[in-house]
Nanobody
Framework: QVQLVESGGGLVQAGGSLRLSCAASGRTFSRYDMGWFRQAPGKEREIVAAIRWTGGDTYYRNSVKGRFTVSRDNAKNTVYLQMNSLKLEDTAVYYC???????????????????WGQGTQVTVSS
């Protein structure tokens, strides 16, 4: 059974940085795309960033481009989200997610995520 466990959330002032981690277990991590999503109170869950299983392709939503960086360490079965220059509007619960299908090359990085972590709260204060 696949498990995803996020960590690294917390309270940070605007302009600050946080690094989220998501540790995966239960299958061969290196074969699966990984994504980071977030959900703010009263809003829909939205994709923030994603990384192909090869590590060679990434996606960022426009509002985080240039501030967030997604990366993965297959030796540690972990995906990261480095968040810099945080803004008030980045406040949300952040979720790590992965797909049921392995070795995807054509499927969009932004869809197909069906396995979720429990989430970690990120709060940006002024």
């Amino acid at each position: 059974q696949v498990q995803l466990v996020e960590s690294g959330g917390g309270l940070v002032q605007a302009g600050g940085s946080l690094r989220l981690s998501c540790a995966a277990s239960g299958r061969t991590f290196s074969r699966y795309d990984m994504g980071w999503f977030r959900q703010a109170p009263g809003k829909e869950r939205e994709i923030v960033a994603a990384i192909r299983w090869t590590g060679g392709d990434t996606y960022y939503r426009n509002s985080v481009k240039g501030r967030f960086t997604v990366s993965r360490d297959n030796a540690k079965n972990t995906v990261y989200l480095q968040m810099n220059s945080l803004k008030l509007e980045d406040t949300a619960v952040y979720y790590c997610a992965t797909k049921a299908l392995a070795l995807t090359t054509i499927a969009a990085l932004t869809s197909g995520y069906t396995i979720w972590g429990q989430g970690t709260q990120v709060t940006v204060s002024s």
